[in-house]
């Protein structure tokens, strides 16, 4: 059982920036993909980003360039670092986790095996 613990949600000002947590226990042995997501009021959960087993990345269009994606092996921890954000940004995050080298097509909700609980993130 693989569970994941999401940290370092808040309050900021437009044009500020977070950082995202995503520590992962459990399994660990297992190979696997991680990806970002968030999920606004009234509106479907969004891809943002995914990282693979070999470090590639990719981003939604939404947040390329202002958002960056990366995993620590030694702390089994994926961050998003989140810059220049917009009140469009404002919803709850989450990290999630696939088994496997690589995730396709990443940005969609049942291609995850694992789910953290969401962190909110509001930009006013």
């Known amino acids: 059982h693989v569970q994941l613990v999401e940290s370092g949600g808040g309050s900021v000002q437009a044009g500020g920036s977070l950082r995202l947590s995503c520590t992962i226990s459990?399994?660990?042995?297992?190979?696997?993909?991680m990806g970002w997501f968030r999920q606004a009021p009234g509106k479907e959960r969004e891809g943002l980003a995914s990282?693979?087993?070999?470090?590639?990345?990719i981003f939604a269009k939404s947040v390329e360039g202002r958002f960056t994606i990366s995993f620590d092996n030694a702390k089994n921890t994926v961050y998003l670092q989140m810059n220049s954000l917009k009140p469009e940004d404002t919803a709850t995050y989450y990290c999630?986790?696939?088994?496997?080298?690589?995730?396709?097509?990443?940005?969609?909700?049942?291609?995850?095996?694992?789910w953290g609980q969401g962190t909110q993130v509001t930009v006013s």
């Open positions: 459990g399994r660990t042995y297992e190979k696997h993909c």
């Open positions: 990282i693979d087993y070999t470090g590639t990345t």
């Open positions: 999630a986790a696939a088994v496997g080298y690589l995730v396709r097509p990443w940005d969609r909700i049942s291609s995850y095996n694992y």
